[in-house]
């Protein structure tokens, strides 16, 4: 006996029940305006508030950032270290 059956059999029954979820993908970045499938579409449900998610200036300091220290999270900031840019940020 497969030892991942109950997995597939639970995984059936939420689909079943209507419980499974996709999760919902855009083709471009989180502004007011997205494009979803093709469609330009407005994004009502976006913490992007303040407009800065395609801001010209955010985004130079996220490829700045990103050509120093990579991307990704790596771990938890206790078990590998804090990156410096954090610690500078907090000093703040």
Do not use: F
Request: charged share 25%; with cysteine; net charge positive.
């Amino acid at each position: 006996m497969n030892k991942m059956n109950w997995l597939t059999e639970e995984l059936a029954d939420i689909k079943n029940k209507g419980l499974y979820r996709r999760l919902n993908t855009i083709e471009s970045a989180q502004t007011p305006k997205i494009i979803k499938d093709g469609r330009e579409l407005i994004l009502l449900s976006s913490n992007n508030y303040l407009g800065l998610t395609a801001h010209p200036e955010v985004k130079k300091a996220a490829i700045k950032a990103i050509e120093k220290y990579g991307s990704g999270a790596g771990g938890q900031g206790s078990l590998p270290g804090t990156l410096t840019c954090i610690i500078a940020w907090k000093k703040k």
